[in-house]
Nanobody
Framework: VQLVESGGGLVQPGGSLRLSCAAF????????MGWFRQAPGKEREFVGS????????YYADSMKGRFAISRDNAKNMVYLQMNSLKPEDTAVYYC?????????????WGQGTQVTVSS
């Protein structure tokens, strides 16, 4: 199982970024996916999640209306569209999969991608 995030970078306040997460080694279309982030000196926090079908999404309160998660099961990809970015959104963003491997459910994490919001 492997998750590979991409799309991070430096963006000005008010700007947008789209993060991508490519999934390998498990049945992606059966798996709920999530995004988390960790700022320096802080604990990792939940950003949002999406159901296996894409029909249901959840977001942390501070991200509602600004962030949107989507997925493409044909491409084994999940995305995080981030708009109206603020300096406090600066963090490493991680993709997480809840995957069924060998009949049991496990959580897998990507290596993270850095997002820096600064002028």
């Amino acid at each position: 199982v492997q998750l590979v995030e991409s799309g991070g970078g430096l963006v000005q306040p008010g700007g947008s970024l789209r993060l991508s997460c490519a999934a390998f080694g498990f049945t992606f279309s059966n798996s709920a996916m999530g995004w988390f982030r960790q700022a320096p000196g802080k604990e990792r926090e939940f950003v949002g999640s999406i159901s296996w079908s894409g029909a249901i999404t959840y977001y942390a309160d501070s991200m509602k209306g600004r962030f949107a998660i989507s997925r493409d099961n044909a491409k084994n990809m999940v995305y995080l569209q981030m708009n109206s970015l603020k300096p406090e959104d600066t963090a490493v963003y991680y993709c997480k999969a809840r995957a069924n491997v060998g009949g049991s459910w496990y959580d897998y994490w990507g290596q993270g991608t850095q997002v820096t919001v600064s002028s």
